[in-house]
């Protein structure tokens, strides 16, 4: 008899490695239209318009030369597992060229610079880290005559694996580019500046030049990022995105910068949780090193936000207000709700975001009308020394400002909640809290010493019991999924020793590159559930010989403030995965930007934990709606490349849980992921991965998060210790870690088997 393939059935793709296809009319959505198309609007919806005079959108039919490297060059999203193999990357040449009909590009200079992107690849040159060729004389004058309007692209690369010095010129100019610019400010009367970077970089030059007419933050817009640079020169789609970090006039503003490479075994967040803007709009005399603040972006037209509507519910403040677009272009708006808590025992940032939401496309003279709430309790502050309550989040009595507005700084006070006596939010356990950080930073500035932990890491008894009953007759996982037998029933059978080997990682299947889940495929037809790499896309190595939609960059997803479209682009890559039989993708990655120089900022959404956060949870709603698994990661504090999987990160209780811990607590509580990853690094001398206390302590216990934890890849921990921590698998493939200490009395069944059922918990899970 013919076997009749069913797609519905249980695990049917992850038992076939032929991809069968998802689109209509047995077409593939791997890297169709409907996913590049999204990809190019998305690229559009998070670019940032810095500075704007009026040149842009160009007039049709305007003539400009454009300089740079990066024209051709263009660098699509960063290097490492958060790189994209996909069919092609428009460049902003060609976009400009498919654009013909709107502007008149001088293509001598073009051409120039494509013969000198091309020597350099010959030579061995990487993407997104070429020098400035001089411009020859004749040519800038031939470029002159042609126009009187240039555009100056700039690029950056960066990757996993590797962090950014001080003076490697990635935040500053390099040599050539300063002469670059000069060189065109000199002979051109009106100058746009285009920047395709992950991170943040120093755009004081830009802000205090007056020639300098027009500035647009592209990003990394992913394979259609150069044509939607076009869109938007031209006026065929505009920026309407926000920044998501701070941009200060130079590194060493960000007080993070002085002991970022001070040790490559360690990292001492002295800062506190003075991060991005909570440092520059709260420390004395810092405001003025800021360039471009938080939340700050223009469009082609204009906003008038009105009619702001705040009250109060025991649990919840709720905002509301009128967007009206006072220009002459349709446009969106992002309306930012932040909070100011009162001076009291505890030191606080002045200011701190507690809700956004982004408008729809408002045409000329229309208005939209925009709802948020946040819970009041969000307000408080967390008290690791016992200022007020130790271990508590506390609301200080006093008023707590609500400000309304468009950026950290354009905003208008619109309600004040008050608080009589002072209010334990919640009481808490002290986890994670570090033995040596002697100081952190203050509100007013100074530095008070950080006391030292005293007491060892807190160790948690296993809650699940599993005894070991062979069956004569095995229960297979099927039996489990259509109900006809329990899980419990189905771990009671398996051996420790299968335990064991279900904690670990299994080789790759199919297209799969990054190993699989599960594996006993004989025995108890426990299906290996395929992970791939994110989040800017699905990454398949370039052997596999599948190309995939490459999407702008998370901080370009962070900065187009609209968690719909965050949504939408974690459904279009879930489809993808699940279309090449891939069950689990690792994305979305939500640390913190905690400085310019990580490596990896360009993998992460933002310097704030709100926005991380609600980009990160509406991003797992997208995948996890296709039944795919969403691991959130790194959990946590993996803010540093260098060294990264020995790096010990030294951080306050508290900054841990209002900064590198906040966005992955929205994340865990708006939308459930399936699956989170530990990161490489140790975190006050744990390793993250072997921290009971992260783990159990405060995802699991505190949060209440009910799915699978796995490690990152080819991690220093004891496998044994991790188990015992609750990280339930350890990948990749390497067998035979658990048996040494199981046999000498260090590791339980019971252990083992609670991380057992979580992981089959998710492989039921899935399709």
């Not at 959404?605 to 969403?630: C, H």
């Amino acid at each position: 008899m013919q076997y009749m393939y069913n797609p519905t059935e249980k695990w049917f793709r992850a038992r076939f490695t032929p991809a069968i296809m998802l689109g209509d009319n047995r077409s593939a959505v791997t890297a169709c239209e409907r996913h590049i198309t999204l990809s190019r609007k998305a690229a559009c919806e998070g670019a940032v318009l810095l500075k704007n005079n009026g040149i842009l959108p160009l007039k049709k039919g305007a003539k400009i030369a454009v300089f740079g490297n990066a024209q051709i060059d263009y660098v699509k999203g960063g290097g490492g597992s958060g790189d994209v193999f996909s069919p092609y990357v428009r460049n902003i040449y060609e976009g400009l060229k498919l654009k013909e009909d709107k502007v008149d590009v001088f293509d001598t200079l073009s051409f120039f610079y494509m013969n000198n992107v091309a020597q350099a690849y010959k030579n061995g040159e990487k993407n997104g880290r070429l020098a400035e060729p001089k411009v020859p004389a004749e040519l800038m004058r031939a470029a002159a005559e042609f126009t009187d309007t240039a555009v100056i692209t700039i690029c950056r690369h960066s990757g996993e694996g590797y962090d950014k010095s001080a003076d490697s010129c990635y935040f500053e100019l390099e040599a050539g580019e300063k002469e670059l610019a000069a060189d065109v400010l000199a002979n051109f009367a009106h100058v746009i500046v285009l920047l395709n970077t992950g991170a943040v970089i120093d755009t004081s030059w830009i802000a205090n030049e007056e020639k300098i007419e027009a500035a647009l933050m592209l990003w990394q817009g992913g394979m259609e990022g150069g044509l939607a640079a076009a869109d938007m020169l031209v006026g065929d789609d505009a920026p309407c995105g926000k920044l998501a970090d701070t941009f200060a006039a130079s590194l060493c503003d960000y007080p993070s910068t002085a002991g970022f490479h001070e040790s490559e075994d360690y990292v001492k967040y002295t800062e506190d949780i003075f991060v991005g803007y909570r440092y520059f709009e709260t420390l004395p005399g810092k405001k003025a090193s800021v360039v471009y603040p938080f939340g700050y972006g223009l469009t082609y037209t204009t906003f008038k936000i009105s009619d702001i509507f705040v009250s109060a519910s025991d649990k919840r403040i709720f905002v509301g207000a009128d967007v009206t677009n006072t220009g002459k272009r349709a446009g969106k708006e992002v309306v930012q709700v932040y909070y100011s808590a009162p001076k009291g025992k505890i030191s606080k940032e002045k200011i701190a975001l507690a809700a956004f939401a982004k408008t729809p496309l408002i045409e000329p003279g229309k208005k939209a009308t925009v709802t948020m709430y946040f819970d009041i309790n969000d307000m408080a502050s967390y008290d690791d020394v016992g200022d007020v309550k130790k271990s508590a989040y506390v609301l200080e009595s006093g008023e707590y400002k609500i400000f309304v507005g468009n950026s950290v700084r354009d905003n208008v006070c619109a309600y004040k909640y008050k608080v009589g006596n002072t209010v334990i939010a919640k009481k808490c356990r002290s986890y994670c809290a570090p033995k040596n950080l002697e100081k952190r930073l203050m509100a007013d500035g100074s530095l008070r010493d950080a006391p030292a932990r005293k007491t060892a890491q807190k160790s948690f008894a296993p809650t699940y019991h599993s005894e070991y009953k062979p069956r004569e007759e095995i229960i297979e996982l099927y039996d489990v999924a259509e109900g006809s037998a329990t899980l419990d029933d189905f771990i009671s059978q398996m051996s420790d020793e299968e335990l064991m080997v279900l904690l670990t990682g299994k080789k790759s299947t199919g297209v799969c590159n990054c190993g699989t889940i599960g594996g006993f495929n004989d025995k108890y037809r426990i299906q290996p559930i395929a992970t791939a790499d994110g989040p800017a896309g699905l990454r398949l190595h370039r052997n596999r010989g599948v190309r995939t939609t490459a999407f702008p960059v998370a901080t370009a997803i962070a900065c187009s403030w609209n968690t719909a479209l965050a949504e939408e682009i974690g459904a279009a890559a879930a489809m993808e995965c699940k279309e090449n039989n891939l069950q689990i993708w690792l994305a979305p990655a939500l640390n913190i930007h905690r400085n310019p120089l990580c490596g990896r900022n360009f993998e992460y959404y933002s310097e704030d934990p709100v926005v991380s956060g609600k980009m990160a949870a509406a991003m797992v709603r997208g995948i996890q709606a296709q039944r795919v698994v969403a691991t959130a990661k790194h959990l946590a504090a993996n803010n540093k490349e260098t060294n990264r999987l020995d790096s010990d990160s030294v951080v306050s209780e508290r900054a841990l849980r209002e900064i590198y811990l906040k966005g992955f607590e929205i994340c865990v509580k708006e939308s459930a992921p399936k699956l989170v990853m530990t990161s490489y690094n140790l975190i006050n001398g744990v390793r993250a991965s072997e921290c009971g206390e992260l783990i159990m302590g405060i995802l699991r216990g505190e949060w209440g998060y009910e799915g699978a934890v796995t490690t990152d890849w080819s991690n220093h921990a004891e496998h044994y210790k991790e188990v015992k921590a609750g990280n339930d698998v350890r990948m990749p493939c390497r067998e035979g870690l658990l048996k040494e200490p199981y046999e000498a009395g260090l590791l339980t069944r019971d252990e083992m088997a609670a991380c057992a059922k979580r992981l089959l918990e998710m492989i039921l899970w899935v399709e």
